[in-house]
């Protein structure tokens, strides 16, 4: 069992390493690191990376771009495979080319392959934009971004067709196997994963005093996933080390997908329904009990000790936990912004995706469960629902990405035709549907071969039940074209001309500016639009005499002075809320028992965020909610009471803030 103890240590502490040197920096070696970082992404290989586009987004475009076509292609395997379940000599009439079709589970793999490709290389894509956005518009690198999503593409092609030229190399079974492993987890991962941590690291060490985003988290996580998992697979191969084996293949096939996967759900569907994350601690969860459980898609029977076995259970029951908590977190947000959220294809099809996400687990974890720890008779069901997740979920929040959320971060209109709609309700209804078939079909066939032993009797009794994979093979044929429609649509916005400036719709009409400084980015974070109005000071203020505020702007200093600087800072929310109760006629205490929600006799930032955000005056993320508490928090103990609510209203309102 050690093996099992130490692989697991070596991985969990990359990721603490990783997240601990992220949030606290490396102190004074963090600007030669960052120099080394950078040459080794600009100048290494030596002119390659100059034949690509260093203009910003452009390495999430192409990954995103290289994504939707492998996308593309796998739904239609997808077909061609549920098809030959149905009709197993479907495709001999290819043996006329002079290709031998086996039994299936050559057409599965590539299935499987292409599929995982192309979500990948979508939610990579997503992912890199959203880090890029949030941390000084661009990555460090985006040409070495590019060209990492071309070594990716070509790559992934060389793992499918290297047992066809290993067959006319003449090389044998176990040359073949292990130059297969070799160049599809160290260079297909560890390699492209190793470049892209560094371009996501020095991105993120520049980003100034914004936040490490949820979907910056996720990413990084995923590529020290890539990164060192493909290590331990091979050295499990080489040391005959099968539980060290299922541990890697376990974190390339779950933990790697499923970090993408989320990472690119807490952007797109924030961003289409305009709103904030709904909760911090969800998010949290979700992405702290990821990487500490086990996935419950593509689980294989592994030969361990019973004590282990039991162990992989447990965590595989919480590892339902980060996957439920993300869509009951998502679906929240989205509702509190349903207006937008439904009004494009985008939105719609992220929705879709969490509303789906909470089944599709369930199902996967039951037969998952009963392949880990039982007779591993369900094994097949949970390989395909763990398909289907992937096509359908995946497929959705790829659609959503795709038409939606990186169109808009690159100045272009979002989707909202016709064909848009139509690609996100046919891989939407169509992978669920077939999903649902495929699992009646499994469980059908199970019942029949554990009750009838007579071989002459079961062998037509089965025959009769193929209408199963008839109808899911008819009912997968709209993934398929949904993928096509949604590619065409993709390619059609590539094509249209980007707007210098991009509308940014606000919720917010004005936005009043006390005493004190800020900045833009801080404006922007709390839903400020290009368009809403900023007022400087009070009405009554602004009776009593002029207020003088000096803007000082030199070359390359982007610093904006604001004046008369207040020896005490107060949070010009706070004034804000102050002056809405005044306009308002309203008194603390009443203004306290609406927003109490719960009658606990305190608030916490949830509720005072959703009182700032109903009374338009600022949309607050969740992170920027710990000043105000602080601002207003006498005892200190995180909640905010009436006495003291009250007091720092009649603060604001005393006279000798307002005559300063």
């Given at each position: 069992?050690?093996?099992v ?16 040197y992220?949030?606290n ?46 996308l ?9 495979a ?5 009709d ?31 979500l ?17 518009g661009?990555?460090c ?5 590019s ?40 260079v297909?991962?560890?390699?492209v ?13 520049n980003?100034?005093?914004a936040p ?24 499990g ?42 909760s911090?601690?969800l ?8 990487f ?19 162990l992989g ?22 509702r509190?912004?349903?207006s ?38 369900l ?19 790829a ?28 891989v ?6 077939a ?36 109808v ?14 949604a ?10 001309p ?19 400084s800020?900045?833009i ?11 809403t109005?900023?007022?400087?000071g ?38 804000m ?11 603390v ?18 509720e ?45 309102r005393?006279p ?5």
């Amino acid at each position: 069992m050690e093996p099992v103890f130490i692989s697991v240590g070596m991985m969990v502490g990359a990721l603490l390493l990783i997240a601990y040197y992220v949030q606290n920096g490396i102190g004074g070696m963090s600007t030669p690191m960052q120099t080394l970082g950078r040459f080794l992404l600009i100048k290494a290989p030596a002119g390659a990376v100059d034949l690509f586009d260093d203009s910003a987004g452009r390495g999430g475009r192409t990954w995103a771009r290289f994504g939707l076509a492998w996308l593309v292609l796998a739904g239609t395997l997808g077909f061609v495979a549920r098809w030959h379940d149905w009709d197993a000599t479907a495709l001999d009439s290819l043996a006329s080319l002079g290709w031998s079709y086996d039994d299936g589970s050559g057409l599965a793999t590539t299935v499987s392959t292409t599929l995982r490709t192309g979500l990948v290389m979508v939610f990579i894509g997503t992912s890199l934009t959203a880090v890029g956005r949030t941390s000084g518009g661009r990555l460090c690198s985006e040409a070495s971004a590019s060209m990492m999503g071309l070594v990716f593409t070509g790559v992934s092609l060389l793992t499918l067709l290297l047992p066809t030229i290993a067959g006319v190399a003449g090389l044998d079974a176990a040359t073949e196997d292990l130059l297969v492993k070799v160049v599809s987890s160290v260079v297909l991962h560890s390699v492209v994963g190793g470049a892209l941590l560094v371009n996501v690291l020095i991105t993120l060490a520049n980003r100034g005093e914004a936040p490490v985003t949820y979907t910056s988290w996720f990413l990084l996580n995923a590529l020290v996933v890539m990164l060192v998992a493909p290590l331990l697979y091979i050295g499990g191969e080489l040391a005959d080390g099968t539980q060290t084996v299922w541990l890697a293949q376990a974190a390339l096939e779950g933990w790697l997908p499923l970090a993408l996967m989320l990472g690119t759900a807490y952007a797109v569907i924030p961003a289409a329904a305009e709103r904030a994350i709904w909760s911090s601690s969800l998010s949290t969860v979700s992405l702290a009990l990821l990487f500490l459980t086990v996935p419950a898609v593509s689980v294989r029977q592994v030969d361990a000790p019973v004590l282990l076995e039991n162990l992989g259970g447990i965590l595989m029951t919480f590892g339902m936990l980060p996957l439920l908590a993300a869509s009951v977190n998502l679906l929240q947000t989205a509702r509190s912004g349903a207006s937008q959220a439904f009004s494009t294809p985008a939105g719609l099809a992220g929705v879709l995706a969490m509303f789906l996400l909470p089944i599709y687990a369930v199902g996967a974890y039951f037969s998952g469960m009963e392949t880990l720890v039982g007779e591993a008779s369900l094994h097949g069901l949970n390989m395909a629902l763990s398909h289907g997740l992937f096509f359908t979920v995946g497929g959705l929040l790829a659609l959503s990405a795709t038409l939606g959320y990186l169109p808009q971060a690159n100045g272009r209109a979002a989707a909202e035709s016709g064909g848009a709609s139509t690609a996100v309700w046919m891989v939407a209804l169509g992978g669920f549907l077939a999903t649902v078939c495929t699992a009646l079909s499994s469980l059908a066939v199970r019942a029949v071969e554990r009750s009838v032993s007579d071989e002459e009797v079961l062998e037509p009794v089965l025959a009769n039940m193929a209408g199963f994979d008839l109808v899911g093979a008819f009912l997968f044929y709209g993934v398929a074209l949904g993928f096509m429609v949604a590619a065409s649509v993709s390619v059609r916005i590539g094509f249209s001309p980007s707007s210098a400036t991009t509308s940014v719709g606000s919720d917010i009409r004005s936005y009043a500016l006390s005493v004190g400084s800020t900045s833009i980015r801080s404006l922007l974070g709390r839903g400020v639009g290009i368009d809403t109005e900023l007022i400087i000071g009070s009405g009554e203020k602004a009776s009593s005499g002029s207020t003088v505020i000096a803007v000082r702007a030199e070359l390359h200093n982007d610093e904006v002075t604001e004046f008369p600087d207040s020896a005490s800072e107060v949070p010009e929310e706070l004034q804000m809320l102050a002056d809405f109760l005044d306009e308002t006629k309203q008194d603390v205490f009443s203004f306290f028992r609406s927003i109490d929600l719960d009658d606990s006799g305190s608030i916490d930032a949830r509720e005072l965020q959703n009182a700032l955000r109903s009374a338009k005056i600022a949309n607050l993320p969740p992170w920027d909610m710990g000043r105000l508490i602080s601002a207003i928090d006498i005892d200190g103990d995180g909640q905010i009471n009436l006495p003291e609510l009250d007091i720092t209203v009649a603060r604001l309102r005393s006279p000798s803030l307002e005559e300063e």
